[in-house]
């Protein structure tokens, strides 16, 4: 309980919890997800788990981007990577996810020039200081990242660099909660909305879910008292038989989100018809593509992209992990073949997934701060 | 990919207004305010970086915050790390620094 001087207000997090055991009906048995997968993350390393009551139970969501990829689009990365002109720029997260012929750390290995980037404005750098070469950044991410991808396309364009393209894996997030809402195995309470998308993206797209679906949405911070004052606010509108977005994290997210990010993703992205997300199958209107007037700078527009389409390996189950129907210890592979030391699937690679949360955190306790807050 | 790091805005970049100097913990580097263009950044303010770029102001109590966050989610050095990675490859800087994962 080392952690729990530095933690703010624990008097406050035994407080929120007593409410959560308050609100929650006995005879009802609450599911609430929670879209990102930092909340996930938060979630598991707080152990958060133990201070809600056995009815109130959190399905971990899609909202990790590096587990959403498809193994096919790693393949189709790597695959242009062999000419030997091309530079693979991409987060340090992405490295060690499998592809079919292994990860893009064991390309680099086998002697493709893979680099480590933690902004694309450093891919692009990469592109100025090579000018004989062609750096590709292999871009992922949701809302939270496209934006800073759009910006580099457009000073990539105004400086009229032309050894730099984007292969462009960004998704949405509102479609995934789209095909989860959809997917018939699935009965959801609510959700916990993500923080940093919210940023960009306001709290108006969720809506929906509310509206027409009758599931509240609370947007919410990553501190362990935001987590869990969002299910209170979730526990209380299902009580009094509400269904409204509410924006617990304030003092980060504006309700209309960043302009000045939306206005650059929209001059330089349109939605693709159609997106594959590993575990969820095909979504419509679910990623980004580069629209044509900035072709020069998209990887897929410019090169011939094999286009490779892979199935997963049958035994892992990630696609039910990822939708929630089950728990990640209930996977065949988990633990066993499938660790973060040699991943089989990508939910055990960032440590956004659910899979690595799990067997990271499960085993060996969390920083618990339920030890710590009598409760 | 969902980390946001707080910084201090240090001083504006006289040659480009799109990028400034910010202080992460000590650490300083160039971020991009592109994606802040609606608001006023001045030196002393706080901002949310992610991927290098400036996000979000935010205040100094809820800086101090996220950083409290980020090192409680066991993030704290990662975002560290991430923020010396910023700029590995200005010209004339040590390109093969980046090459290693």
Same mark, same amino acid.
């Given at each position: 309980? /080392?952690?729990?001087?530095?933690?703010?207000?624990?008097?406050?997090?035994?407080?929120?919890?007593?409410?959560? /055991? +308050?609100?929650?009906?006995?005879?009802?048995?609450?599911?609430?997800?929670?879209?990102?997968?930092?909340?996930?993350?938060a979630i598991y390393r707080f152990g958060l788990k133990d201070l809600l009551p056995t009815n109130v139970e959190l399905i971990h969501g899609p909202g990790c981007?590096?587990?959403?990829?498809?193994?096919?689009?790693?393949?189709?990365?790597?695959?242009?990577?062999? +000419?030997?002109?091309?530079?693979?720029?991409?987060?340090? !997260?992405?490295?060690?996810?499998?592809?079919?012929? @292994?990860?893009?750390?064991?390309?680099?290995?086998?002697?493709?020039?893979?680099?480590?980037?933690?902004?694309?404005? !450093?891919?692009?750098?990469?592109?100025?200081?090579?000018?004989?070469?062609?750096?590709m950044f292999f871009a992922i991410g949701f809302e939270t990242t496209a934006p800073s991808t759009a910006l580099t396309i457009l000073r990539a364009k105004s400086?009229?660099?032309?050894?730099?393209?984007?292969?462009?894996?960004?998704?949405?997030?509102?479609?995934?909660? +789209?095909?989860?809402?959809?997917?018939?195995?699935?009965?959801?309470?609510?959700?916990?909305?993500?923080?940093?998308?919210?940023?960009?993206?306001?709290?108006?797209?969720?809506?929906?879910?509310?509206?027409?679906? @009758? %599931?509240?949405?609370? $947007?919410?911070?990553?501190?362990?008292?935001?987590?869990?004052?969002?299910?209170?606010?979730?526990?209380?509108?299902?009580?009094?038989?509400?269904?409204?977005?509410?924006?617990?994290?304030?003092?980060?997210?504006?309700?209309?989100?960043?302009?000045?990010?939306?206005?650059?993703?929209?001059?330089?992205?349109?939605?693709?018809?159609?997106?594959?997300?590993?575990?969820?199958?095909?979504?419509?209107?679910?990623?980004?593509?580069? /629209?044509?007037? *900035?072709?020069?700078?998209?990887?897929?527009?410019?090169?011939?992209?094999? @286009?490779?389409?892979?199935?997963?390996?049958?035994?892992?189950?990630?696609?039910?992990?990822?939708?929630?129907?089950?728990?990640?210890?209930?996977? %065949?592979?988990?633990?066993?073949?499938?660790?973060?030391?040699?991943?089989?699937?990508?939910?055990?690679?960032?440590?956004?997934?659910?899979?690595?949360?799990? *067997?990271?955190?499960?085993?060996?306790?969390?920083?618990?701060?339920?030890?710590? =807050?009598?409760? | $990919?969902?980390?946001?790091?707080?910084?201090?805005?240090?001083?504006? !970049?006289?040659?480009?207004?799109?990028?400034?100097? =910010?202080? =992460?913990?000590? $650490?300083?580097?160039?971020?991009?305010?592109?994606?802040?263009?609606?608001?006023?950044?001045?030196?002393? !303010?706080?901002?949310?970086?992610?991927?290098?770029?400036?996000?979000?102001?935010?205040?100094?109590?809820?800086?101090?915050?996220?950083?409290?966050?980020?090192?409680?989610?066991?993030?704290?050095?990662?975002?560290?790390?991430? $923020?010396?990675?910023?700029?590995? *490859?200005?010209?004339?800087?040590?390109?093969?620094?980046?090459?290693?994962?």
């Amino acid at each position: 309980v /080392r952690f729990v001087d530095e933690y703010r207000a624990p008097e406050l997090i035994a407080k929120a919890s007593e409410e959560i /055991r +308050r609100l929650a009906e006995p005879s009802h048995h609450y599911r609430i997800m929670e879209v990102c997968g930092g909340h996930t993350h938060a979630i598991y390393r707080f152990g958060l788990k133990d201070l809600l009551p056995t009815n109130v139970e959190l399905i971990h969501g899609p909202g990790c981007p590096v587990c959403v990829l498809p193994m096919g689009r790693i393949d189709d990365g790597l695959s242009l990577t062999k +000419r030997s002109e091309f530079i693979f720029a991409a987060f340090g !997260d992405m490295m060690r996810v499998p592809g079919t012929h @292994g990860s893009p750390l064991e390309s680099k290995a086998r002697g493709m020039d893979v680099r480590i980037v933690y902004s694309p404005a !450093d891919a692009l750098k990469l592109a100025r200081t090579n000018p004989t070469r062609h750096v590709m950044f292999f871009a992922i991410g949701f809302e939270t990242t496209a934006p800073s991808t759009a910006l580099t396309i457009l000073r990539a364009k105004s400086e009229g660099l032309h050894n730099f393209s984007v292969f462009c894996n960004h998704v949405t997030i509102i479609p995934a909660i +789209r095909a989860i809402l959809d997917s018939p195995d699935m009965r959801l309470d609510g959700f916990v909305g993500p923080g940093h998308v919210s940023t960009v993206i306001g709290c108006r797209p969720y809506e929906w879910i509310a509206q027409d679906e @009758g %599931k509240p949405v609370v $947007v919410s911070g990553f501190e362990p008292l935001d987590i869990l004052q969002s299910i209170v606010m979730l526990l209380r509108q299902l009580r009094n038989g509400e269904a409204k977005v509410e924006n617990q994290y304030t003092r980060v997210v504006p309700w209309e989100g960043n302009r000045a990010a939306l206005r650059a993703m929209a001059e330089v992205f349109e939605l693709r018809p159609y997106f594959e997300w590993r575990g969820l199958g095909f979504i419509s209107q679910s990623a980004l593509k580069i /629209r044509g007037a *900035y072709a020069e700078w998209d990887t897929e527009q410019r090169f011939a992209v094999p @286009g490779v389409r892979v199935t997963d390996p049958k035994a892992a189950q990630c696609g039910e992990v990822l939708k929630g129907v089950l728990k990640p210890a209930q996977c %065949k592979l988990f633990g066993r073949e499938c660790t973060p030391e040699q991943p089989v699937g990508a939910l055990m690679v960032s440590s956004e997934g659910s899979c690595a949360a799990h *067997y990271t955190y499960a085993q060996h306790k969390p920083i618990t701060i339920a030890n710590a =807050v009598s409760v | $990919v969902c980390l946001e790091i707080p910084g201090k805005i240090v001083e504006l !970049d006289a040659s480009n207004p799109q990028l400034a100097v =910010v202080d =992460v913990v000590g $650490v300083r580097r160039k971020v991009d305010l592109g994606l802040l263009a609606e608001e006023s950044v001045r030196p002393n !303010d706080w901002v949310l970086i992610h991927v290098g770029f400036a996000m979000s102001k935010i205040s100094e109590a809820d800086a101090a915050e996220q950083m409290r966050t980020l090192v409680m989610l066991g993030e704290g050095e990662a975002a560290i790390q991430e $923020v010396r990675g910023y700029g590995l *490859y200005e010209l004339g800087g040590n390109e093969e620094e980046g090459g290693t994962a």
